[in-house]
């Protein structure tokens, strides 16, 4: 598809026991480009992204990222690779800076000094930097949201994976973290979206990906996909989730 | 009659009081064996009476405590309670003297030495529980294997059987151990079993995001565990961990079984030779209730300073 494939999924199949949960995935993203996943509960979005950073093992294909194979460098691809969860997984016994700096201290071997100006640097641009003190419960659902993705930022990236960023926050706070990652695909970042918040998939995608029951049913880009679905399993969905 | 008895809170007060005064009056006059004899009295009587005037003190007693606010309460049982036990202690005619002469001896030697073994013993155990409970979340069915086998055996083994085995079983194979090498082995081993088990659920009861969101930030398994599981699994981990501690310092009489001159060891055999052995043992099992309660109030400020963190 492109000429500068930063992510390459080819034949991908991954079951859980007996239960097939991705088959034949075959999906390439280019560096900068934005992708949004959707399809039904169940479909499989969770498990694919979880594929792409090594979460999950899978068992025939093969997954790159960067070049690098998933499932032999997984340790090099996560370093490069940020995800933010629907639960925003912040590590409750450490302060937001502190949250911030683990991974840049211990991973990438910063000093104090410089992983504290890295997570100041990153917690100001998504606005929180006051709250740098504070503990994670301490935070409101959209504020911690927003540190997770200051957290994932501060380790550099090259791609960032969002697993249902505002599935888990109230209406109100949708609006915050979306608007941090439209001002982040604006800046070039490569990013793997599932979610359904198709105002976000319609201003920032590239492309929408469609799932259902384990495999790609539907590419295109958002404007074709949201206006004239092909499949009649894309349009079911499409129609349950406008009512 | 379960209607008319819970229909009304005052009367059930009522009853539930004259009960416990009944039964408190007939345990008190069977039990008193040794009434004094006053010419001239039933014996029955006697202890009838006393049971009487006991029991009627002891409500006065209760009365006059529900005066007093709830701090002052705890502080009136303690009292009250801790001068009943000197009172109990005193009825023995100890010999002070004897004490004070022995005491220092009982510090010295068998305090140190019972504090040395239950120290050692302790971070030997923490040490095995931290392996343990790792092994025992492996997916590595030989690990877990040998994890599951070694919590099960020493679980199962009286701890003083296996005293005895390690101390005079080894050398039997070739290594000759020491007494006290035997006695912490074997503490470490028993109170290791336990604690893994204690460890292996505080690691359980922290959910999976979290080790994802570790490992998602490319921490390294032993990396999310020491940073990321580790500190927050404390909190559940430290209270059973004191009782842990506090049970093992007075699990560590069992080794004086070896000979070991520990705090037990010399209650024991300090007494024999003047036949004093209430004195000791008296003595020793105070020194043994003074680290006990040590240990409860380290155990307080570590919660404390655990919790701290979790601010809501
Ligand atoms: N660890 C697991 N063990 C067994 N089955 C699993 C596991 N994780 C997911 N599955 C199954 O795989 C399928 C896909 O799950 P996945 O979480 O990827 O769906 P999803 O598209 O993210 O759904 P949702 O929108 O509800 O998040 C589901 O049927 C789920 O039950
Ligand atoms: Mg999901």
Redesign the pocket.
Known sequence: MSADPLVTLTDVRKS?GA?V?LSDITLTVARGERVVIC?P???????LIRCINGLEPYQEGRITVGGRLLGLEDDLVRREVGMVFQSFNLFPHLTILGNCMLAPEWVQGKSRAEAEATARRYLDRVGILDQAGKYPAQLSGGQQQRVAIARALCMAPRLMLFD?PTSALDPEMVKEVLDVMTDLAREGMTMICVTHEMGFAQAVADRVVFMDRGRIVEEAPPAAFFSAPQSPRAQEFLAQLLH | MMRWLLSDSVRLGRIGRALGALTLIAVLTLVNQKPPVVEGLDPWFLRLSIALALTALIAANIRALGLLPRAAQIWAVWVELFLGLMAFFWSFDLSFAFIARKIGFLITQGVAMTLYISALSILIATAIALVGAVAKLSRNGVIYGLASFYTSLFRGLPLLMQIYIIYLGLPQVGYVIGAVPAGVMALSLCYGAYMTEIFRAGIEGIPRGQTEGATALGLSPAQSMVLVILPQAMRIIIPPTGNQFIAMLKDSSLVSVVGVWELMYLARTQGQTEFRHIEMLITASMIYWLLSIGLEYAQGRIEARFGRAHVR
Do not use: D, H, P, Q
């Open positions: 859980f239960f949960a399809g509960s169940g479909s499989g979005k969770s498990t249902e």
